[in-house]
Structure formats: structure tokens, C-alpha cells
């Protein structure tokens, strides 16, 4: 069984899947700076520019309610690399000259319908490769990667920006993105699914309603989705805060978040990671409070950086949570978590779009703060009274 970092590429099939991610991770990174950039230079508004980087989120609501039973009912390697695909077709649609803004929200809102299916397979297979002993050095060896490739993205992305056009920047996330779809096809094998039947709609919500009925999984849920969907809000004003310098804002909290998952994923004892989910969750939301006062850019990135350790809050839930689901629901149960997450952090970047609208970004980062932070209080609250509660595990529909 892995427990080092350096035994997880041993394990079969880690590699690739390792390899193929972190393609698709530097692809969404220079890919989303790119396209933020491209509309905020055409429209000047900070919601569009917002939408544009995260308006794939809002459309992983309907993956999550339509689509997430293939999560455990598809191939595991056709439907990755099917789904590095589309993204490497559609981003490269993106670069055409001349489409309007409509367009480009509607193509990206398609893209996040798709990513909703991608998250739970990968998880899934994740967990399947490695069980669930080995899954929290994996999913945190898997953070890290992705805390190192946006922050190499993003400084590289901003580097490019300054040389060439957005647009150019985005054919070469659709590069990456087929990369990543032909990592996935040459290096996992043809797995069989998990669980049988065919994926539906009927099945999709069977099982939501299954894992949504316990109290526990309930409240890790939202411990998972909404306080770090209010800082990704936050994170979303980044260009509207700092248009020349939102590249280096971006590689700060992808610094912090590298540090934070180190920190939980290889440092902290069990018996300590446990009981951190909450203190990480109230460092990730109050450094935002300092950008009222509108400080310049090296305070600003310090503030993100130290923010982003908070992420690492989301590894001691994610133990939990595979604790109280069983191995053949686990991908649906993973696929969930991502959707709701990527959803709400989706509707905040909207919510701070609109509000820096009507105020400033500094302003909306500070209200989008203060969210978070109520949120996590209020949830540590709620959790508090479950502790001497059973922890029952669902059986497989």
C-alpha cells in the first residue's frame, strides 16, 4: 500500500493519470488567464472577465444532476481522454477572431457541463488505483502538482500575454489539452466501470439523494463547497483588481495552496489533521479582508499567498468524506464534491463580478470574505453537535 510520494509511481497507472492531469491543469491555467484577459480588454467589465474564467463552474450544477452516474458507469480511460478531447477541440474554437462575448460565455459554460463528468471519473479511478488508504497522499500529491503547474501557468501565462495575444495563448492550451487526452489513451488501461447499469438522469439522482441523506456527509458537503467558493470569488477579481499584475496575484495563491496541501497532506499527524479543517478554513478567508484598505501589489500577493494555505482544509474533508461512502460510489461521491464546488465557486465569481460592478473589487473581495468566514463559523457550529452521532455509510443503490 502507498504511503510515500515516491511509492505512489510505482503504483500502476498513477503515472499517466498523474501526467495527463497536470496537462490539463497547465492547459486551464494559461487557457482561463488567456481568455479573462481577451474579454476584459474587449468589454472592460469585471463580470465578464469573471464569467469567462469561471463561468465553467456554474454549468457543473446540471453535470451534477444530469450526468454524474457515468461517474461509476462509463469507462474510466475512454471517457478521460474523450473529455481532454472536446476541450482541445472547443479552446481552440475560442481563439477564432471576431466571436462575440455571448459566444464565448456560451462555448465555456458548454465546457463545464463536460468537465462536471471529468471530475468524478478521475477521482474515482483515482481512489480505485490507490484504495482509500493510499487516496489522501495521492489526492495531495495531485494538489501539489496542480499548486506548481498554475503557478509556473500563470507567471508563464503572463509572460506570453505581454509577448502575444490571447488568442494565441489559447491554441496552446488547446495543445496541452491534447496532451493530456493522448496521456490518457496510450497509459491507463481499458478499465471496466465500477458499478453496472447504464448512466442516467433517474440513476444520477438516486444516488445524490442517497449520498444528501445523511447529516454528516451533508455538512462535509457544504464544508467543501461553499467557504472556499466564496474566496474563489475573491480570487475571480484578481484582473478587474490588478489587470497587469493578476498573473502574479494567481502564481501567489497557487504558492499558498501548494504549501497548504504539503503542510496537510505529508506533515500534519492524523490525530492533528483532523480537527484542522476549520482553522484552515478561517486563514483562507481572512487575509481577503486586508484589500479593503486597497494595498499595494507586493502586500496583496502576500495576503493570497498566506489565504491559499486554507485549501488545504479541503484534503481533511475529502478523508472524511471517503469514509462515509462505500468503494462502488466513490467516483459519484468525489464527482459530487467537484461539481458542488466548481458550482459555487461559478456562482461567487459572479457574485463578485456583480458586486464589483456596483462597488470596486476591492471592495466585493472584502464582502466575499466576510461570506466565507460566517459560513465556516456557522458549519464548525453545526458540526460540533453531530460529533457523538453515528457515522452511518449508505449501501449501493
Known sequence: MPTSYQSLFRTPEFTPLFLGAAAQTAAGTVGGLALGTLVYRTTGSPLLSALSMFGPSLAQVLGATLLLSGADRLPPRATLAAI???????????????????????????????????????????????????????????????????????????????????????????????????????????????????????????????????????????????????VVGCESLYVSYAPESAGTLFACAALGMLAGDVTVGRLLPPAVRTRMATPLLLLLATPYLVFLLHPPLLLAAGCATVASVGFGASLVQQERLMKLTPDELSGHALGLHSAGMLTLQGLSATLAGSGAQLTSPATAMTLMALASLTVTLSLATAARRERTAPLPVPSAP
Not at 477572431?97 to 464565448?104: I, R, S
Open 84 to 230: 481532454s478531447l472536446a476541450f482541445a477541440v472547443a479552446t481552440a474554437g475560442l481563439a477564432l477572431p471576431g466571436l462575440p462575448a455571448g459566444a464565448l460565455l456560451a462555448v465555456v459554460l458548454l465546457l463545464g457541463l463536460v468537465a462536471s463528468l471529468g471530475g468524478g471519473v478521475r477521482w474515482g479511478l483515482l481512489n480505485e488505483i490507490l484504495d482509500k488508504d493510499g487516496y489522501l497522499p495521492g489526492r495531495s500529491l495531485f494538489n501539489m502538482m496542480s499548486g506548481l503547474v498554475q503557478i509556473a501557468g500563470y507567471a508563464a501565462g503572463g509572460a506570453l500575454l505581454a509577448a502575444v495575444s490571447p488568442r494565441t495563448c489559447l491554441l496552446l492550451a488547446a495543445a496541452l489539452y491534447l496532451t493530456a487526452a493522448v496521456a490518457f489513451r496510450l497509459g491507463l488501461t481499458a478499465r471496466p466501470p465500477r458499478a453496472a447499469g447504464r448512466p442516467s438522469v433517474a440513476a444520477t439522482w438516486r444516488t445524490n439523494a442517497l449520498l444528501w441523506s445523511s447529516r454528516p456527509r451533508r455538512l462535509t458537503y457544504l464544508g467543501l463547497w461553499l467557504p472556499n467558493g466564496l
